[in-house]
């Protein structure tokens, strides 16, 4: 293996985001708020563990002492751990500090059970990954909800930004979890087995498959005809991605120049850029859509994804009934009703593509695959419907590749 700082795997938008967010005053306030209230928590948290669980010691737990020191020695860390056996019938592991002595780390009976000692390492580096990253440095959730007497100490836009670094954070942890465990399948498999709950092979397991659900994720119509309030439902309140997207950054991180030269494992066939522009893609999945947003942009999106998904439903035959269940499942009922002049919003589109030019791309890009619902809504994308997605997503400046893939990973995988 080669030897190189651990620290260089962490995700790009980790790290530009943990510093940005550790500079807020509203996030200092919050420390510091947290900081006074927890006082002694790391004390009790450590006596309530030992008092209802197993702290394993290398007597008691050889494998598990192996495998940790195995994974310090990997990524440099040299911060004392305990270990402890919390006895659970699920798959589940944390980290835990207090303000001083030592990591806290705990594992569920059934993990430590179940996982072979490649993903046990791959579990345990994850975890000292968070470690590593001083991800522990900005508690999470707490952060972003604690209040004073006047609400809540971070405003409603720092709150955002807070669950998308613990997102990329995440992604973070996996990479130092790979470092570890030394195998992208290894790695994405301990993943498998945690979303699906199987420790044995009833399904074979499909890995690429597996991480291809991100373009029907992508692909998903959302309901906006009722607007959500409450912030439990929706994605970008969630502090972890969504697995298919672990599962496809591990996967392409395990393919970059970068991890096989650490590895000592021959050239890779991405850059270490390459694989953060994936991630950065599909981390925007959880990110609020133009469809839930609002403002002038998200206005102007919605409207464009009207007038485009008219025009592709027209490019073949009549626009259909399926097809506008489809418009009317992304954008509701009142924002897609039947076109009165199809010519007239093919018109408008023109001027709509223009003005989104400057539009994120990531935005640009979730309009393009909403597009393919549209199309697909009756069973069957026509040629006709192809080319006018092809032509809008070019005059977007969104690569072709989008829609083959979104296509690809919308259709029904048991065909």
Same mark, same amino acid.
């Given at each position: ?8 795997? !962490? ?6 985001? %943990? ?19 927890? =006082? ?14 197993? @702290? ?19 990524? #440099? ?53 968070? *470690? ?22 971070? =405003? ?18 996996? @990479? ?18 945690? $979303? ?5 092979? &009833? ?8 991480? =291809? ?41 395990? @393919? ?6 650490? %590895? ?33 942009? *998200? ?14 439903? +027209? ?6 009934? +399926? ?40 935005? @640009?890009? !979730? ?8 199309? #697909?809504?009756?069973?069957? &994308? ?7 997605? =092809?032509?809008?997503? $070019?005059?977007? #400046? ?10 690809? #990973? ?6």
């Amino acid at each position: 293996m080669a030897d190189l700082d651990a620290r260089g795997v !962490q995700a790009r938008r980790d790290r530009a985001l %943990r510093e940005e967010l550790a500079a807020d005053r509203g996030v200092k306030k919050a420390r510091e708020k947290f900081e006074h209230r927890a =006082s002694g928590y790391g004390f009790r948290h450590r006596r309530s563990l030992l008092a209802e669980a197993i @702290r394993l010691n290398k007597r008691m737990a050889p494998a598990v002492s192996e495998a940790l020191a195995d994974c310090r020695a990997a990524l #440099g860390v040299d911060t004392p751990v305990e270990v402890y056996l919390v006895p659970k019938p699920v798959y589940a592991a944390f980290l835990s500090r207090g303000r001083s002595g030592p990591l806290i780390l705990g594992l569920s009976s059934r993990l430590l059970e179940e996982f072979t000692p490649a993903e046990l390492r791959f579990v345990l580096g994850h975890e000292l990954g968070h *470690a590593l990253f001083d991800h522990l440095g900005i508690p999470m959730p707490v952060t972003a909800t604690i209040e004073d007497i006047g609400g809540t100490l971070v =405003s409603r836009p720092v709150q955002l930004r807070l669950f998308v670094w613990c997102r990329a954070a995440e992604v973070s942890a996996d @990479r130092a979890g790979l470092l570890c465990a030394g195998d992208p399948e290894v790695a994405a498999t301990a993943f498998f087995k945690m $979303s699906s709950g199987l420790s044995r092979p &009833v399904i074979k397991t499909d890995l690429e498959a597996f991480a =291809s659900q991100v373009e029907s994720l992508a692909s998903a119509p959302s309901a906006a005809h009722e607007v959500r309030d409450d912030d439990d439902t929706l994605d970008c309140f969630s502090t972890h991605p969504y697995t298919p997207v672990r599962v496809r950054a591990l996967l392409a991180f395990g @393919r970059s120049q970068d991890f096989r030269a650490r %590895r000592g494992a021959g050239p890779g066939d991405l850059t270490l850029d390459e694989v953060e522009h994936i991630v950065e893609r599909d981390l925007a999945l959880m990110e609020p859509s133009y469809l839930e947003d609002r403002g002038d942009e *998200a206005d102007r999106m919605r409207r464009a994804l009207y007038c485009a998904g008219v025009a592709v439903a +027209a490019a073949h035959q009549d626009v259909s009934e +399926a097809e506008l269940s489809a418009l009317r499942a992304l954008l509701g009922p009142k924002q897609a009703r039947p076109p009165e002049d199809v010519a007239a919003v093919k018109a408008e589109l023109e001027g709509l593509l223009a003005a989104l030019a400057t539009a994120p791309l990531a935005r @640009r890009a !979730q309009l393009v695959q909403h597009l393919t619902v549209i199309a #697909g809504a009756d069973g069957h &994308v026509a040629d006709e419907e192809h080319a006018e997605m =092809s032509r809008i997503a $070019s005059a977007l #400046g969104v690569p072709d590749q989008v829609i083959e893939q979104t296509l690809a #990973g919308a259709a029904a995988p048991m065909d």
